[in-house]
């Protein structure tokens, strides 16, 4: 089988969606689920595991183990949406494996036994399907998945049951929130079954009005059916009210709007300590200057990497910083850096 | 007034259901009942007590945890997981819809007869909880000519 892992992606979609991913969720037949196993059967689990894996070297993974690895390369590995918060929590025997390109991640001995995810970029939903069940198929001839004809891949949580899949697509939805469109599309996601959260999974805030939207159901509707309703009766028509957002604020309220990036671009240019909250939250308004054409000179994709260069897992990692203070300078010099910005002449640049 | 009867207070209350959900009232008690339909057929489990064989899981247990134990518990605690799944999953359907899509590449398709066989029991189940005893018994009939047309499942499947 070959897998997508280099396939060209669609960018199209890239003013709104940030990250599409889809994940699967399996566990092995006959073994307890990860919560109720002693530490040998999450041994044994891990390494059955582990050993089908390694023995798949075109998956291209990487192995990270929580237990021994410094914790700063799990933060970086979280802030990239390879691994989840709940696989970083102490807890049992873990694994996780992840391609360096970040197109595939798994982890082993989460919620359940194994969770694969593929990622695609901006409007790559079918590409992060096409690497999640790439690897999920390789693995089905080496590794025996609890399963039954009524109720399909059986997993710890019920509401996983069935397919055991989880779609979902990380969105900028500035626009919309800033005509006040939110709370429709709350219901609009919710009358779809779709489940809409923050940027840090359930419950949590909208930082930077970044949105999580995923899909609730995975018992009787088949993944590819699962993809196109996401694709074609949601995504479209978010991407369409987004945009339509956009110009609706752009065409008539220009001075607002313009106010609010260039704001966004003096204080990231010129701040000389900068939290994480802060910067993520001017950095969404930056990308929502670049997105509607308010900004030339900064590339979309600068500030999507910005975006992710300014967690504090990716600052240690790049400066060696672990005290607050001196992260929030490294986090302004990265931005003053990048954006051009410290001096009036450079400004211009 | 119309008193419906499909799990004991304590099978209920166990499966943390409310009174309402359960259609809880009078303190008869079913599982006798159930037996005493199930008796000529023997291949249908009661599953009145939800405690998982495999593991020791209870419902109680899950309601705390929202995880199940191993992959038997769906079984062992089917009765009152299914309105749960139903509610989650496919809050507009009657009953749990079946699986749809991947499955494992060694799995083989049930053959016609043994499809028919899971919706004849998972009917007879029903009818057993809705009280339909004549239903039941005629379901428990239609099992049993079908189990004896058709081979039995290979067990090292």
Redesign the interface.
């Known amino acids: 089988m070959i897998l997508p892992f280099e396939q060209h992606e669609d960018d199209g979609l890239l003013d709104v969606v940030l990250i599409s991913r889809a994940r699967l969720a399996r566990n092995i037949s006959g073994e307890p689920f990860v919560n109720r196993a002693n530490r040998e059967e999450q041994i044994r689990i891990r390494d059955g595991i582990a050993s089908a894996l390694r023995g798949l070297p075109e998956l291209g993974l990487h192995w990270f183990d929580p237990d021994t690895a410094p914790s700063a390369e799990g933060q970086v590995l979280l802030e990239r949406h390879l691994v989840s918060p709940k696989f970083l929590e102490p807890g049992p025997h873990r694994l996780a494996g992840y391609r360096e390109d970040a197109r595939l991640s798994v982890m082993i001995n989460e919620e359940d036994h194994l969770r694969i995810q593929g990622y695609g970029l901006a409007g790559g939903l079918s590409l992060a399907w096409a690497n999640a069940k790439g690897c999920e198929r390789l693995l089905d001839e080496h590794l025996n998945f609890a399963f039954n004809e009524q109720l399909g891949y059986l997993t710890a949580c019920p509401t996983n049951v069935g397919t055991g899949i989880r779609l979902s697509l990380m969105l900028h939805l500035p626009g919309i929130s800033l005509v006040g469109g939110m709370d429709r599309m709350q219901h609009a996601a919710n009358d779809l079954n779709l489940e809409m959260r923050g940027t840090s999974g359930e419950g949590s805030e909208a930082i930077g009005h970044l949105h999580q939207i995923s899909n609730r159901r995975t018992l009787g509707m088949d993944e590819e059916d699962l993809l196109h309703f996401l694709e074609d009766d949601f995504l479209s028509r978010v991407v369409r009210e987004e945009r339509r957002a956009r110009d609706t604020l752009l065409n008539t309220r220009r001075e607002f709007l313009d106010d609010r990036v260039q704001r966004a671009l003096a204080m990231l240019r010129h701040a000389r300590l900068l939290g994480e909250r802060e910067a993520l939250d001017l950095l969404s308004e930056l990308r929502l200057g670049v997105a509607v054409g308010l900004l030339t000179g900064v590339p979309l994709e600068t500030a999507n990497q910005l975006m992710q260069r300014v967690r504090s897992g990716h600052l240690t990692r790049a400066t060696g910083c672990t005290e607050e203070e001196p992260l929030r300078i490294q986090r302004a010099d990265l931005v003053r850096r990048e954006l051009g910005g410290g001096t009036p002449q450079s400004e211009s640049t | 007034m119309k008193t419906e009867r499909h799990l004991c207070s304590e099978c209920a209350a166990q499966a943390g259901l409310t009174a309402q959900e359960a259609h809880v009232d009078a303190p008869t008690n079913p599982v006798e009942m159930i037996k005493q339909v199930l008796a000529a057929g023997p291949e249908i489990e009661v599953r009145a007590a939800p405690e998982c064989p495999?593991?020791g899981?209870t419902f109680a247990r899950f309601r705390k945890?929202?995880?199940?134990?191993?992959?038997d518990c769906?079984q062992a605690l089917e009765v009152p997981?299914q309105p749960?799944?139903l509610r989650?999953?496919?809050a507009e359907?009657r009953e749990?819809?079946?699986?749809?899509?991947?499955?494992?590449?060694?799995?083989k398709s049930?053959t016609q007869s043994t499809?028919m066989l899971?919706r004849l029991e998972r009917d007879l189940q029903g009818a057993i909880h809705a009280e339909q005893y004549e239903r039941a018994a005629d379901l428990r009939d239609k099992i049993r000519k079908l189990n004896e047309g058709i081979e039995p499942p290979d067990p090292t499947e």
């Open positions: 495999t593991c899981s945890m929202a995880l199940l134990g191993c992959p769906y997981l749960l799944i989650s999953q496919a359907a749990l819809p079946e699986h749809q899509g991947l499955r494992p590449s060694g799995f049930p499809k899971i």
